[in-house]
C-alpha cells in the first residue's frame, strides 16, 4: 500500500547490490511512496550484482562511486543534483564489509590493514559521504540520511568480527555529524539497528544462520525482514520524523530489550535434558 510519503522527494541510495539487499527493497518501496533517487555503489559491486535491473525497474540512473574516494563522492553528488534537478532529500548508507571476515580471520589475529580496510568501508566512508554533502551543502532542509548498522555495535557477537567495532563507530559518526547536519543545515541523522537479515553480505558471516535462528526465537515479535526495514526506513525519509535525529533505532520485533524468552529456554532446557 501506497501512502505519497515522499512525493517529490529526491535522493541516493548507496549500496543496493541485489534483490536480496536492504538497500534494494528500499528503493522499491521509495519508488512507491512517490519518491525518486540515484543509486551508487562500488565499480566491482556494480559487476557483481543486479542493479542495472532495478535501476530499469525503479526508473533510475546508476553512477558508480567508491565510497571512500572523495573525489567519487563528489561527482556522485554534483551529478545526483544534476539528475534529479535540485538539491538532496534522503540518503541511506547501506555499506558495510570486513575483509578479515572474509578472509577467514578470528578477532585476535586480525590484519590490520584489512582492518583498516573494512573500517573505512564500513564506518569511515559515511562521515565522507557526508562531509561532501554538508560541504557542497547538498541537502535541503529536514532532509534525512540512514545508515543500517546492528546491535553487534552494543553487545558481543564474537563471530561478527570486527564488523562490530566498524558498527560502534558508525553509530557514533551518525550522532557528532548529525549534530552539526542539523544545527546548521536542519539536517537529521540516523542509523537503523536491524534484525539479523539474510542479505548477500550477511551471509558471508559465520554462523549467520544460527544468528537468525537466535534472533528470531528471542524476539517477541520475530525478526525484522528486509521489506519491512525498507518501510522504516521510508518513514525517516518522510515529514512524519522531522525531529527524530541522532537516534540509533532498533527495528529487530524487540530482540535488544530482552533478556531471555521463554522459547530460548526451552531449547536450552531439552538441549540439557538430552545429555
Known amino acids: 500500500m501506497s501512502y505519497n510519503l515522499l512525493k517529490g522527494k529526491k535522493g541516493i541510495i548507496f549500496g543496493a547490490l541485489d534483490e536480496n539487499s536492504i538497500a534494494w527493497k528500499t528503493a522499491e518501496r521509495i519508488k512507491e511512496e512517490g519518491g525518486d533517487f540515484v543509486l551508487t555503489n562500488a565499480p566491482i559491486a556494480l559487476r557483481m550484482g543486479t542493479i542495472k535491473e532495478l535501476a530499469e525497474k525503479t526508473g533510475s540512473e546508476v553512477i558508480p562511486a567508491d565510497a571512500t574516494n572523495i573525489e567519487d563522492l563528489e561527482n556522485l553528488v554534483e551529478k545526483s543534483m544534476e539528475i534529479l534537478g535540485g538539491k538532496i532529500d534522503f540518503v541511506l548508507h547501506a555499506i558495510g564489509m570486513s575483509v578479515n571476515v572474509r578472509k577467514g580471520n578470528h578477532y585476535t589475529q586480525q590484519n590490520y590493514d584489512f582492518t583498516q580496510k573494512g573500517w573505512d568501508i564500513s564506518a569511515v566512508s559515511f562521515h565522507k559521504t557526508m562531509q561532501v554533502l554538508y560541504k557542497k551543502n547538498a541537502m535541503n532542509e529536514w ?3 540512514v545508515a543500517l548498522s546492528y546491535m553487534a555495535a552494543q ?5 561478527y568480527n570486527d564488523m562490530a567495532d566498524n558498527k560502534a563507530f ?3 559518526i551518525a550522532r557528532s555529524f548529525g549534530y552539526f547536519f542539523g544545527k546548521d543545515h536542519k539536517v537529521r541523522v540516523n542509523t537503523i539497528s536491524q534484525s539479523p537479515t539474510p542479505t548477500t553480505a550477511g551471509q558471508g558471516v559465520k554462523g549467520f544462520d ?3 535462528a537466535y534472533a528470531d ?4 515479535l ?3 525482514t528486509a521489506l519491512e526495514c525498507a518501510d522504516y526506513t521510508v518513514s ?3 515529514d512524519l520524523t522531522r525531529k527524530v535525529t541522532l537516534q540509533n533505532l532498533f527495528h529487530d520485533g524487540g530482540f535488544s530489550n530482552m533478556g531471555v524468552s521463554q522459547e530460548v529456554m526451552e531449547s536450552f532446557v531439552k538441549g540439557q535434558e538430552e545429555k
Do not use: H, Q, T
Open 222 to 224: 520475530g525478526n525484522a
Open 143 to 145: 532532509g534525512s540520511i
Open 170 to 172: 558508525l553509530e557514533s
Open 155 to 159: 553487545r558481543v557477537f564474537p563471530d
Open 236 to 238: 525517516l525519509f518522510s
Open 217 to 220: 526465537k528471542m524476539s517477541p
Open 210 to 212: 544460527g544468528f537468525i
